[in-house]
């Protein structure tokens, strides 16, 4: 089973950046379109943004123009870039396989949280 860390969460006043790292063993990054989700307090887990091995990415409406995905294979990370920050970004930020499958298990998370 692939473990998948993501990293660099934090705490930001609104308008802030951050930049989340994920990284994970052998060659699951780069052999996989990969994806960021998040889940807030009393919320479903949600995708947040997706690229594909080829580079194509795709966001959600209430991030795009704000965030940005970005995959180095040869660091073997998936970053994301988060700018203008709002409350509403408060949450876990999970990186995984898009699309997941049942088999794709969650790592611990990172937390974001973005005081007004």
């Known amino acids: 089973q692939v473990q998948l860390v993501e990293s660099g969460g934090g705490w930001v006043q609104a308008g802030g950046s951050l930049r989340l790292s994920c990284t994970a063993s052998?060659?699951?990054?780069?052999?996989?379109?990969m994806g960021w989700y998040r889940q807030a307090p009393g919320k479903q887990r949600e995708w947040v943004a997706y690229?594909?091995?080829?580079?194509?990415?795709n966001y959600k409406s209430a991030v795009r123009g704000r965030f940005t995905i970005s995959r180095d294979n040869a660091k073997n990370t998936v970053d994301l870039q988060m700018n203008s920050l709002k409350p509403e970004d408060t949450a876990v930020y999970y990186c995984?396989?898009?699309?997941?499958?049942?088999?794709?298990?969650w790592g611990q998370g990172t937390q974001v949280t973005v005081s007004s």
């Open positions: 690229i594909t091995t080829g580079g194509s990415t």
């Open positions: 995984n396989r898009f699309p997941r499958s049942d088999y794709n298990s």
């Open positions: 052998g060659s699951f990054l780069s052999r996989n379109g």
